[in-house]
Nanobody, 127 residues
Framework: QVQVEESGGGWVQPGGSLRLSCQAA????????VGWFRQAPGMEREFVAA????????SYGRSVKYRFDISRDNAKNIVSLQMNSLQPEDTAAYYC????????????????????WGQGTQVTVSS
């Protein structure tokens, strides 16, 4: 029911910043949750951050807390992920995902909570 599409990936030097965007379509953002996950080759999918449309409640993965910032623009149906102090370990395909549920923070990091996924955008951090 919700289409999500990521954009903003690319190459950045260590210590640099990138801003990813997740454009949602198919419903008005009156409820539900949008999450960001990432996956490097040969690695498990890792929770990055998530936000509820209603109230803007957020959750962050341990490895990105205090470096990344998730926000939403309900009027534009966009969820953004501001990534700062990027390091090579952040190199991965980043995926946006949507859940119809207003998830509690303790469930925001569970991939099974999300019904719709984007195709991913590549982030590469190297010198």
């Amino acid at each position: 029911q919700v289409q999500v599409e990521e954009s903003g990936g690319g190459w950045v030097q260590p210590g640099g910043s990138l801003r990813l965007s997740c454009q949602a379509a198919g419903r008005t953002p009156s409820s539900g949750t949008v999450g960001w996950f990432r996956q490097a080759p040969g690695m498990e999918r890792e929770f990055v951050a998530a936000i509820r449309w209603s109230g803007g409640i957020t959750s962050y993965g341990r490895s990105v807390k205090y470096r990344f910032d998730i926000s939403r623009d309900n009027a534009k149906n966009i969820v953004s992920l501001q990534m700062n102090s990027l390091q090579p370990e952040d190199t991965a395909a980043y995926y946006c995902a949507a859940s119809p549920r207003n998830l509690i923070t303790g469930r925001m990091g569970s991939t099974d909570e999300y019904d719709w996924w984007g195709q991913g955008t590549q982030v590469t951090v190297s010198s």
